[in-house]
C-alpha cells in the first residue's frame, strides 16, 4: 500500500515517519502490549524453533518473544529500516531483518512459527494474499502462523472505537471471515483462537493457522 506522504511501498507503523519516534508510547497506551502477551502465549514456542515476526515494526513482539524463549532463534522482520533502526537499539543482539512479508528471504519450510501481531491492517486484500501464501511457503509442515489484529467479527455494538474503523479502507480485509478465508486458500488450517472488544482497537481477532503435514514440533 503506498503512503504518499513518506513515498513508501508500505503503511509505516505510525502511519508517517514523522510519528515513528512515539509508536512505541502510542501502541503501549492503545493497549499493544497485552495484545503481543496473548499472541505469544498461544504461540506456543519451544526451544529449537525457528520464529519469524512479520511486520515487526519496533520490534517489541520479537523482543518479548525472544526473551520468553532464548533458546528459540527469533527474527523480526520489517520493510521500514527506520523501524528496523529503533527495534536495533532497543535490543542489541536480537535478530532484526529486512523484508516484506508476501517477499521473505527465508527457505521453504525453514520456520516453526511465524507472528503477526496488528499487521495485516497495513495491506491490501493482494499483499494479504500473498502474505498467506508465502509464509505457507516459509513454514515447515505442521509449523504455524499466529494472528493478532484488528477486525475479526467487529460489528458497531463493540463501541465507539469499532464505529470508527468499520468505516476504515484499510479494515475491510480484516473483517468477518475475510482473514480465515484468505488462509483456507492458501492451504492452511485455520482456526479463530480467541476475539474479543477492545476499548481502543474496537475487536480483535487471534487466528492459529497450521500448514497441515508432521505433527508440530
Ligand atoms: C502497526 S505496525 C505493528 C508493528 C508490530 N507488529 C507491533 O505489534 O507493534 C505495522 C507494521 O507493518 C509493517 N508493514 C507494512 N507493510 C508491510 C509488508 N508488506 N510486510 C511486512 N510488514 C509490513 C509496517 O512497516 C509496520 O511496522
Redesign the pocket.
Known sequence: ?TSLANRHD????AGNDLFLPFYDLL?RALG?TAV?HTLLAQAGIETGHTVL??????G??TVLAQRAVPGADVIG????PR?LARAERKAPGIRFERA???DLPHPDGSADRVLS???LH??DAE?KAA?AAETFRVLRPGGRLHIADIGGPMTPADGPAARRYLRSEYLRGNLGDALPTLLRAAGFDTEQVLSHPHRTLGRVTYYRATRPGNAGR
Do not use: F
Not at 10 to 13: E, F, T, V
Not at 53 to 58: K, L
Not at 77 to 80: V, W
Open positions: 500500500m508500505y503503511l509505516p507503523a501502541s499493544s503481543h515476526e512479520i511486520g515487526c515494526g519496533t517489541n513482539l522482520t520489517d520493510p521500514d523501524a516484506y512479508a508476501q501481531a496488528l499487521m497495513h495491506l499483499t502474505v
